[in-house]
């Protein structure tokens, strides 16, 4: 038997300035405010989604990660 040790690795890591921007665009399209945006307003609108409990902005984006890991805990998940 080989043992494995678990590891994970995100695919293609997105640059956090673009997450950002992303993030902000999904939650402006919910209060019409596409016009407001700048170069600086991505870290402020995400921070203030989330103070008001208004997360789901945030659901509109996903990464790519490869697990290695036991059999047992990853059926654990699909559950």
């Not at 995100?10 to 993030?23: A, G, Q, S």
């Not at 902000?24 to 600086?40: A, N």
Request: one cysteine or more; hydrophobic letters at 35%; charged letters at 35%.
């Amino acid at each position: 038997m080989r043992l494995i040790s678990p590891s994970f690795e995100i695919l293609n890591p997105p640059k956090r300035e673009d997450v950002l921007r992303h993030l902000e665009l999904c939650g402006r399209v919910c209060y019409k405010s596409e016009d407001k945006m700048t170069e600086e307003s991505a870290s402020r609108m995400v921070r203030m989604l989330i103070e008001r409990g208004h997360e789901s902005p945030i659901e509109h984006f996903s990464i790519s990660v490869r697990i290695i890991c036991d059999r047992g805990v990853s059926h654990e998940w699909v559950r």
